[in-house]
């Protein structure tokens, strides 16, 4: 009887000599990388520092990235989605961690995505020190992965950005978004891209109109990180409240940040959403009420801040190359026990 062959790790589908290649090219890029966790010192000179944590991930963007084959920017989504929602309560990112699962390791591929995400860190001002790359087959399809992101932040207790200064006269600046972030995707994939695999391979790379950039182009353009503007509008005691847009669009968000006792007014005739949003009405077809529901509509960010410091701060956020401008108020609710709640009006 003839006998067996041993069985091998390579064979059972997991290269562990394409993960070792893949973390000797990230220790290139950042020496921190490579041990079995990563180590952060606290900020000195902190009286009573709160450390502040946040997890999230790119949803189905990573079905157009795939699609398209374009890996470079998704992770700048991800490192944008977390850290976006340190900096609404006043904590300065310190560092980000990364997991990225596939069935089947590209080494291309992963390097492309970690390179985003070591650029998004950049940004954001903190350091990727450590992260997961999990080779698993049979638990995602051929050519598809996952991403997960955590970050944590750091800010003095007697600082945290928690809203409970707002109060009606108050004004809203909108800081603008570049488009989609990575939120709504399953509705825009819906909206805007065949069923069939080809088929959607092949819209990608046409123009969404004619002269204009590639459907792919408008997809894949990254989330915008707001770290650097706003902990700088923060350090100058200007924001009372700050929300991140995502999932739920400005009245599921904004509303999250609010006292009781108070009702936000958002007049949806101060600024013009960008382009890819109308596409997405008109291919769909999505009605307005459903698109400001799921998607953000342009404004990736917003601050509520006292009247007499909205001008100041939207002149603030302008020189340092953050579009923003104030897209309306805060009013008193019916009672001040009363839940709050967010206005979207049109004036005629």
């Known amino acids: 009887m003839a006998a067996k062959r041993a069985m091998t790790y390579s064979k059972a589908g997991v290269d562990i000599d394409a993960g070792d290649e893949l973390v000797e090219h990230l220790k290139k890029i950042n020496p921190a990388i490579g041990g079995f966790a990563g180590l952060c010192p606290l900020p000195r000179g902190m009286k009573n520092p709160r450390l502040v944590a946040s997890t999230d991930g790119v949803g189905t963007k990573l079905l157009v990235a795939q699609l398209a084959g374009r890996h470079e920017s998704i992770g700048i989504d991800l490192v944008a989605m977390v850290v976006n929602d340190l900096i609404v309560c006043g904590a300065k990112p310190l560092f980000f961690l990364d997991y990225f699962a596939t069935g089947k390791l590209k080494g291309q591929?992963?390097?492309?995505?970690?390179?985003?995400?070591?650029?998004?860190?950049?940004?954001?001002?903190?350091?990727?020190?450590?992260?997961?790359?999990?080779?698993?087959?049979?638990?995602?399809?051929?050519?598809?992965?996952?991403?997960?992101?955590?970050?944590?932040?750091?800010?003095?207790?007697?600082?945290?950005?928690?809203?409970?200064?707002?109060?009606?006269g108050d004004l809203i600046v909108g800081l603008s978004s570049t488009g989609l972030h990575s939120n709504g995707y399953s509705l825009a994939r819906k909206a805007l891209l065949p069923e069939d695999t080809k088929a959607a391979k092949a819209a990608l790379k046409r123009s969404a109109w004619r002269g204009g950039p590639s459907l792919a182009d408008l997809m894949l353009e990254p989330t915008r990180i707001y770290v650097r503007t706003v902990m700088d509008l923060i350090g100058r005691g200007w924001v009372k409240a700050a929300a991140h847009i995502t999932g739920g669009g400005i009245e599921g968000n904004l509303v999250r940040v609010l006292p009781n006792g108070t009702t936000a007014w958002v007049d949806l005739a101060t600024w013009t959403p960008p382009s890819i949003f109308e596409l997405i009405a008109e291919r769909g077809p999505v009605d307005e009420g459903e698109m400001f529901r799921v998607f953000n509509m342009g404004i990736g960010m917003i601050l509520v801040v006292a009247a007499e410091h909205a001008r100041q701060l939207v002149k603030r956020a302008e020189a340092m190359g953050q579009r923003a401008q104030v897209i309306g108020w805060m009013d008193a609710a019916g009672s001040k026990k009363e839940e709050p709640s967010v206005q979207l009006v049109r004036p005629a």
Not at 121 to 129: N, Q, R, V, Y
Not at 139 to 166: C, K, S
Request: overall charge negative.
């Open 109 to 168: 591929e992963a390097r492309e995505v970690i390179q985003g995400i070591v650029a998004g860190c950049e940004d954001a001002g903190c350091p990727l020190i450590g992260g997961e790359t999990a080779e698993m087959p049979g638990m995602y399809a051929p050519g598809h992965y996952d991403l997960a992101g955590f970050g944590v932040g750091v800010v003095e207790a007697n600082q945290v950005i928690d809203g409970r200064g707002v109060k009606p």
